[in-house]
């Protein structure tokens, strides 16, 4: 999955050289006379995560950060990428930590706060969106989105559903203090509007729509679905998130034995990752245009139960949360040709 830069180095011996260059010429002059034939023969490279910082988990589960003089057990859950910032919620004790630039330098643990929760330490922080001053994080045991400042503290508290049998786990941005949400315990698509005060005895305002859909992304305006009928039968959609039960644009089919969608950006490109019978693959869908396939140099293995596992930050370009080993959890990039 990660592949080493290699180097081969040939020793050519003085009598040679006539040859060589003579062969080189040769070549030379069939690739000028017919480069269309060349190019057809030339595969492209499969593409390579290139890893910005991993963490190996030295008891399985967590590894131990040291910041301002104390320890915290941590494990990425969810992240967030804004410029050269990555924040990330922690797996177990709840605190958001910063990293910050190319080769990324820990800049901040911060502990989450609320006065008003006094089981915090127990919760569950499945996923972030980071959007102007505040980080919004959805805690999945309560069915609630938070409000947060950078420093951890929590202002404001949003009820989702009180429905028996709702599962929660992952959320996208819809607009200023909206989002999107998936309950795969009821088969529902939620949007949630988080704009006004919270009303304690309330769920916060939005419509419901029922969704059956394996894997998801959203942003704003678009929803892509990727669901599973049958055992490797996976069907791929295009949704107008205005009204998701009108009838879906049909991206793709596939036999495959895995479909992750990974993200949506603001014009409605998404990427999605599988592995079929050709191997592992991205898939980018631009809206208007055929699907593209790129080959990956070896299958990614993603966090169980994490949150958000990639995110798109160049139009050709992803952050992704992967298992670098079953001992190490690594966040990596790709870069699309």
Same mark, same amino acid.
């Given at each position: 999955?990660?592949?080493?830069?290699? @180097?081969?180095?040939?020793?050519?011996? *003085?009598?040679?050289?006539?040859?060589?260059?003579?062969?080189?010429?040769?070549?030379?002059?069939? =690739? @000028?006379?017919?480069?269309?034939?060349?190019?057809?023969? *030339?595969?492209?490279?499969?593409? $390579?995560?290139?890893?910005?910082?991993?963490?190996?988990?030295?008891?399985?589960?967590?590894?131990?950060?040291?910041?301002?003089?104390? !320890?915290?057990?941590?494990?990425?859950?969810?992240?967030?990428?804004?410029?050269? *910032?990555?924040?990330?919620?922690?797996?177990?004790?709840?605190?958001? =930590?910063?990293?910050?630039?190319?080769?990324?330098?820990?800049?901040?643990?911060? &502990?989450?706060?609320?006065?008003?929760?006094?089981?915090? /330490?127990?919760?569950?922080? @499945?996923?972030?969106?980071?959007?102007?001053?505040?980080?919004? %994080?959805? !805690?999945?045991?309560?069915?609630?989105?938070?409000?947060?400042?950078?420093?951890?503290?929590?202002?404001?508290?949003?009820?989702?559903?009180?429905?028996?049998?709702?599962?929660?786990?992952?959320?996208?941005?819809?607009?200023?203090?909206?989002?999107?949400?998936?309950?795969?315990?009821?088969?529902?698509?939620?949007?949630?509007?988080?704009?006004?005060?919270?009303?304690?005895?309330?769920?916060?305002?939005?419509?419901?729509?029922?969704?059956?859909?394996?894997?998801?992304?959203?942003?704003?305006?678009?929803?892509?679905?990727?669901?599973?009928?049958?055992?490797?039968?996976?069907?791929?959609? *295009?949704?107008?998130?205005?009204?998701?039960?009108?009838?879906?644009?049909?991206? #793709?089919?596939?036999?495959?034995?895995?479909?992750?969608?990974?993200?949506?950006?603001?014009?409605?490109? #998404?990427?999605?990752? =599988?592995?079929?019978?050709?191997?592992?693959?991205?898939?980018?869908?631009? #809206?208007?245009?055929?699907?593209?396939?790129? /080959?990956?140099?070896?299958?990614?293995?993603? &966090?169980?139960?994490?949150?958000?596992? /990639?995110?798109? $930050? /160049?139009?050709?370009?992803? %952050?992704?949360?992967?298992?670098?080993?079953?001992? !190490? $959890?690594?966040?990596? !990039?790709?870069?699309?040709?």
């Amino acid at each position: 999955m990660f592949t080493p830069a290699s @180097s081969a180095f040939v020793r050519v011996s *003085r009598g040679s050289l006539p040859l060589l260059l003579g062969l080189a010429v040769g070549l030379t002059m069939l =690739v @000028s006379l017919d480069p269309v034939w060349a190019r057809s023969r *030339r595969a492209p490279r499969p593409l $390579i995560l290139r890893l910005r910082q991993s963490w190996p988990l030295t008891d399985g589960q967590t590894t131990v950060l040291s910041y301002g003089g104390k !320890e915290f057990r941590f494990a990425p859950q969810s992240f967030w990428a804004e410029g050269s *910032r990555v924040r990330f919620v922690n797996r177990f004790e709840p605190c958001l =930590v910063e990293y910050e630039g190319g080769q990324p330098i820990l800049t901040q643990v911060a &502990p989450v706060a609320h006065d008003e929760d006094r089981k915090l /330490a127990a919760r569950f922080f @499945s996923d972030l969106i980071e959007a102007g001053p505040w980080i919004w %994080l959805l !805690e999945q045991s309560t069915a609630t989105i938070r409000r947060a400042r950078a420093d951890g503290t929590i202002d404001a508290t949003w009820l989702l559903t009180e429905a028996e049998g709702a599962i929660i786990t992952r959320f996208w941005p819809a607009g200023p203090g909206k989002f999107w949400l998936y309950d795969r315990g009821r088969g529902l698509l939620l949007l949630r509007s988080c704009e006004n005060a919270p009303d304690p005895d309330r769920d916060a305002p939005g419509p419901e729509f029922p969704l059956s859909a394996d894997s998801l992304a959203a942003r704003h305006g678009h929803l892509v679905v990727a669901d599973r009928e049958g055992d490797v039968d996976w069907i791929i959609t *295009r949704r107008p998130a205005a009204d998701p039960t009108a009838e879906p644009l049909v991206l #793709a089919t596939l036999e495959a034995e895995e479909v992750r969608l990974l993200d949506v950006d603001e014009t409605g490109t #998404a990427f999605a990752y =599988v592995r079929d019978r050709r191997g592992p693959a991205l898939l980018r869908f631009v #809206a208007g245009q055929a699907p593209e396939r790129f /080959a990956l140099a070896g299958p990614w293995r993603f &966090p169980a139960d994490a949150g958000r596992i /990639a995110q798109i $930050i /160049a139009p050709r370009q992803l %952050l992704v949360l992967v298992m670098r080993r079953p001992d !190490e $959890i690594a966040l990596a !990039e790709v870069t699309l040709p």
